[in-house]
């Protein structure tokens, strides 16, 4: 598995399915909201997942939308971006879903669970944020 195609087919589909919304297949220096940022998760990669040598992959989405963290227009659009607000159909999960096999990158992609949300350190600058998890498997 290429990760970094994987990576790359992931900030794609992220980019296309939530207008407004940058996505970044690899962590930057700096970065300039309203953005989503894959990286790692943990564990990264899990091998042995079945008898045919599947591997699993855990990557974090980190949406960044302000770096001014009372902003009330930037949780609603936060809010709409992870799909718990009124614009779902334009959200991180909806996007990943349409289209789990990632292009044909991957056996599946599936959005899990948002594990993190409010401020969010980045490369020295506090955002709003949230970290939406997804699993992928190959």
Partial sequence: MDLLAVRTALANQIAAGCPGLRAMAEARD???????????????????IDMSGSVQVALKVLVLVSDAPTSERSQRDLDEWLGIGAGEAESVPNAI???????GQVAWCLPLAITQYGRVDYAGVTYLGATLTATVGA
């Fill in 97 to 103: 879903t349409k289209d789990p096999t990632l292009g």
């Fill in 30 to 48: 700096s970065v300039a909201p309203p953005c989503a940022v894959i990286v790692p998760g943990s564990p990264y990669v899990s091998y042995g």
